[in-house]
């Protein structure tokens, strides 16, 4: 059974400063690994995936995912956030051997002041 | 491109009343999910289609809930006797394949008074 925490409900920054939000993961195989943006009021919207290779992905609006075996880690940052970010943003995992049924985090929540 | 739409947008029914959910999946993509949306519970996997065949209902509560993807363009959820605490954001969203990115709808709100 795969599993997936994001540990902070809520973060909140300035403009300009840079983020890191938490994504760590649980399953003993192949994974897939996925970032959604979801603003208020809207259903979500992709952002990037990993599943092999380089282990940091390039997203859209300057978002990059970093994936780590080790620590079994996701983790999205963005250098210089703007107030345009603030969303709520799901980390996913899916997996060849679960029939790539998705299984979301409980989100979290970034407040970017402007 | 469209993208995934939903209807209704809105959708108040009276407890013990049926509410019928229609998805209309974007052209060419396989895999069709449903999922439940509340500020309690967050993000609920549902039910997943490909091919229009049944994957995993796992998250489909037993009674009263149910799914069907008749055709490639459309799927539906169909909930009888709804109660206050169906209350949520139903969402779904397609995908090319099971495990590519997924394009969601708006999702559709359905109050249960």
């Known amino acids: 059974t795969q599993t997936v925490s994001q540990s902070d409900a809520h973060v909140t920054v300035f403009e300009g400063d840079s983020v890191e939000l938490r994504c760590n993961y649980s399953?003993?195989?192949?994974?897939?690994l996925s970032w959604y943006i979801q603003h208020h009021g809207h259903g979500l919207q992709f952002l990037l995936k990993y599943y092999s290779g380089n282990p940091v992905v390039q997203g859209v609006n300057g978002f990059e995912a970093e994936f780590s075996k080790s620590d079994s880690s996701f983790h999205l940052r963005k250098a210089s956030v703007h107030w345009s970010d603030s969303a709520v943003y799901f980390c996913a995992v899916s997996a060849p051997g679960g029939n790539y049924k998705p299984t979301f985090g409980k989100g979290t929540s970034l407040v970017v002041h402007p | 491109n469209a993208g995934v739409i939903q209807t209704p947008r809105h959708k108040v029914t009276g407890k013990g009343q049926e509410a019928t959910l229609w998805c209309e999946p974007i052209?060419?993509?396989?895999?069709v999910f449903w999922y439940r949306q509340t500020i309690v519970q967050g993000l609920e996997f549902l039910t997943y289609?490909?091919?229009?065949?049944?994957?995993?209902d796992s998250g489909m509560p037993k009674e009263r809930f149910s799914a069907q993807m008749p055709n490639q363009s459309h799927s539906t959820l169909k909930i009888q006797s709804t109660q206050p605490q169906d209350s949520a954001v139903y969402l779904c969203a397609s995908s090319l394949e099971g495990y590519a990115e997924q394009f969601f709808g708006p999702g559709t709100r359905l109050t249960v008074l």
């Open positions: 289609f490909r091919n229009q065949a049944p994957i995993d």
């Open positions: 052209s060419g993509h396989s895999a």
């Open positions: 399953y003993g195989g192949s994974i897939y």
